[in-house]
Every structure is written in structure tokens, then in C-alpha cells.
């Protein structure tokens, strides 16, 4: 496991949302266009801590602990997250879990896209569903400019506030339960 000593705290301007059809909203996504980056299936392992959350992000090709507070809101909302590359993930799968317990596993098939600083993730979540995510992020632009994209993109794929979910898809998996 290799570790900086420095790991930067990055923040987002995020949504989710209930996805209908994921078909729309690539057509949509090409039409502002949005660059397609990969299809990617991960599993996120989220364990127990007393203050936000904490998971470990398995991929084919890599893996990274993942940390990040944000409230659960039904509308967008300012996260902040630190991402750590990890090159043992199993072993340290392995500690988190005997020292901090499993709290939940998310496993879900991620279609990336790109407009500007936004992220646009159509996800299948296996027991859950398909589900849309904004994640802005706000790193050489103002707050005020983010928000504009943010708001632009939420637009151009038509997001309405009836479809809109304020919790995790590790919260909506344990309620599920």
C-alpha cells in the first residue's frame, strides 16, 4: 500500500437521481455533447466510522479508499472527498474490516461521461435499480461557475425534482434490508 504524505481534499457540487432510461439520457448526454470515458463495474465496500464515510472502490484495474462527507439532501449538494490510491486491496479490505466491520457492499455498472467539470455516472446498482449522478467538481472555476454547469447539465437531461434522492446507495441498500 503506498501512502503521500499529503492527500488533497477535493469538493464536489453533487446530485442523484431515479434514471427511467438510461437510452434518453445518452441521447441527451451526445447532444451537448458529453464525452463518453469508460464502462466500469465496481464494488465499493463502506465500513463503519464514527464521522462521514468511508469506502474502499475495487475495479478491474485499480482500487482507492475513498473518504467524504456530505449531507443527505434531496437536492445538490457540496461534498468534500479524499481519494487514496491503493495497490493491496485486499489486504487492506482485510484490516478495515476486522478493526472497523463492514457496513455494506455497493456493487454497480458505471457509464462515465464528461461535459466540462462534471462527471456523469448512469449507474445500474445490483438491488436497487438505475440511477443517474452529477458530480461537478470544483477545482479552477468559482463556485458560482460550477453551479451554472451543474445546473446546466441537470437541465439537458431533464433531472426533475420528483426523481431526485437524498441518501447513498449504501443508505437506500441497508433500508432495503
Not at 485486499?90 to 464528461?114: C, P
Request: net charge positive; with cysteine; charged share 25%.
Amino acid at each position: 500500500m503506498t501512502i503521500s504524505n499529503e492527500v488533497p481534499i477535493v469538493q464536489n457540487l453533487e446530485l442523484k437521481a431515479i434514471s427511467s432510461c438510461h437510452q434518453a439520457c445518452v441521447v441527451a448526454l451526445k447532444q451537448m455533447p458529453a464525452d463518453f470515458k469508460a464502462s466500469i463495474y465496481q464494488i465499493d465496500t463502506y465500513f463503519h466510522c464514527p464521522t462521514g464515510r468511508l469506502k474502499l472502490r475495487q475495479m478491474v484495474d485499480r482500487a482507492e479508499l475513498i473518504g467524504y462527507n456530505r449531507p443527505n439532501s434531496q437536492t445538490s449538494r457540496y461534498s468534500q472527498y479524499q481519494i487514496l490510491p491503493i495497490s493491496n486491496p485486499d489486504s487492506l479490505k482485510q484490516i478495515l474490516t476486522q478493526t472497523l466491520g463492514v457496513k455494506v457492499v455497493v456493487e454497480k455498472q458505471r457509464a462515465l461521461w464528461l461535459f466540462g467539470a462534471t462527471r456523469i455516472h448512469l449507474d445500474r446498482v445490483e438491488n436497487l435499480g438505475q440511477f443517474i449522478e452529477l458530480e461537478t467538481v470544483i477545482q479552477s472555476q468559482s463556485m458560482e461557475e460550477a453551479e451554472r454547469e451543474h445546473q446546466r447539465v441537470k437541465r439537458c437531461l431533464k433531472i426533475e425534482g420528483r426523481d431526485l434522492i437524498g441518501q447513498s446507495y449504501s443508505d437506500l441498500l441497508l433500508f432495503n434490508r
